[in-house]
Nanobody, 119 residues
Framework: QVQLVESGGGLVQAGGSLRLSCAAS????????MGWYRQAPGKQRELVAT???????NYADSVKGRFTITTDNAKKKVYLQMTSLEPEDTAAYYC?????????????WGQGTQVTVSS
């Protein structure tokens, strides 16, 4: 069984920084993509950033230049360094991964970690 566990959320003032971490565990044989989505109250879940196994990254326009996604493939971890945070960044942040187990490829989600940015 695959688990994605996020950590690092919290309350921060506007202009501050936070680093989110996500660890994947279970019978994982290969990881294709890891990433972060977020969902604010009353809004749809939206892409924040993704990173492929070969290091290619993709960012939402709203976070470009402020957020950086990195991975530690050996440890099956993904990180999101968030700087210059804005109140609009307040949301639950979800880790996701497309990965392969003995049953085949699938997309998995973590439980989410809350990020609150005060003005």
């Amino acid at each position: 069984q695959v688990q994605l566990v996020e950590s690092g959320g919290g309350l921060v003032q506007a202009g501050g920084s936070l680093r989110l971490s996500c660890a994947a565990s279970g019978s994982i044989s290969s990881i294709n993509v890891m990433g972060w989505y977020r969902q604010a109250p009353g809004k749809q879940r939206e892409l924040v950033a993704t990173i492929t196994s070969d290091g290619s990254t993709n960012y939402a326009d709203s976070v470009k230049g402020r957020f950086t996604i990195t991975t530690d493939n050996a440890k099956k971890k993904v990180y999101l360094q968030m700087t210059s945070l804005e109140p609009e960044d307040t949301a639950a942040y979800y880790c996701t991964s497309r990965l392969r187990t003995y049953t085949g490829w699938g997309t998995y989600w973590g439980q989410g970690t809350q990020v609150t940015v005060s003005s």
